[in-house]
């Protein structure tokens, strides 16, 4: 019998959590990092902080491919492909990106004049809730920087791999409404961009599938030639409550969706 893929089953569930257990050590080690923002000293400090944090992310990315680079190999063995594959590992962002990102994430700690219109309800905040702010928001950044490192690797290995025929996104239970729904696409396949030159090879259909916001465990898991794929139980669950709630009401389909989750105890209990 043909093996089976899924975006469920134990395999996808573990390197799930296993990427979920990186980011809780990045959180526990940013949180290390909190003491070099000196409030006194804020212009000279955060760009300091900017940097050690970006050290960070590039140390957790790299841990991050790695695991999902080992994931891949282990699922195209349970996948019974033969022939060599090397994995490439996907790189850390480029440096600017991870400044920028942690500039923007930062951005309402400085003082601003409170009579000026422009000045948000949130800048007008003390400084200890500013920076409290800036925090959470930096975290939520940083892991997805760092997660998408491993999904990247993920996606980039079925890309160059004569073997993987597409992706699919595994989402958690207690996954948020967009996830979920991306979830039920299932198998989104790669099509070769011209004959015998799978280096060209393209992915069809929704690229939303790939799209992650912050503070977002979705994984990518990879497809092979001679799987059959079949839906999880629960993304299955979930594409049937979207076709009878929300599919008839387009322009308020994920807000249906959402709904219809939650009153058929789908949602996550916040
Ligand atoms: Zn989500």
Not at 105 to 113: G, H, P, V
Not at 138 to 149: C, I, P, R, W
Not at 167 to 188: E, H, Q, S, V
Not at 245 to 256: E, H, K, S
Request: hydrophobic share 40%; proline share 5%; aromatic share 8%.
């Amino acid at each position: 019998m043909a093996p089976t893929g899924s975006d469920g089953g134990r395999a996808a569930d573990a390197q799930r959590r296993a990427q979920r257990g990186l980011t809780r050590f990045l959180m526990r080690d940013m949180r290390g990092l909190r003491r070099l923002i000196i409030p006194s000293r804020l212009e000279a400090s955060v760009p300091e902080w900017i940097e050690a944090v970006r050290a960070l992310v590039e140390q957790y990315g790299s841990a991050s491919a790695s695991l999902a680079a080992d994931y891949y190999e282990a699922e195209r063995v349970a996948a019974l492909v033969t022939g060599r594959f090397t994995v490439p590992l996907v790189g850390p962002p480029p440096e600017e990106q991870v400044g920028n990102s942690l500039r923007w994430a930062t951005k309402d700690i400085w003082e601003r004049d409170p009579d000026d219109p422009a000045t948000t309800e949130a800048q007008r905040q003390p400084l200890e809730v500013r920076l409290v702010q800036a925090e959470k928001k930096s975290e939520a950044v940083a892991q997805k920087l760092v997660t998408d490192q491993g999904r990247g690797t993920v996606r980039e290995a079925v890309h160059q791999d004569r073997a993987a025929v597409g992706y699919a996104r595994a989402a958690a239970l207690g996954a948020c409404a967009f996830c979920k729904l991306m979830a039920t696409r299932g198998l989104t396949y790669k099509s070769a961009g011209s004959a015998g030159r799978d280096v060209n090879s393209k992915f069809t259909g929704d690229a939303s599938v790939v799209k992650f916001h912050d503070n977002c465990h979705c994984q990518i898991v990879p497809v092979f030639k001679g799987q059959r794929f079949e839906l999880s139980d629960h993304a299955r669950e979930w594409e049937r409550l979207y076709r009878d709630y929300a599919a008839p009401y387009p322009g308020d389909q994920l807000n249906r969706f959402r709904q219809a989750l939650a009153d058929h105890g789908h949602m996550p209990v916040l």
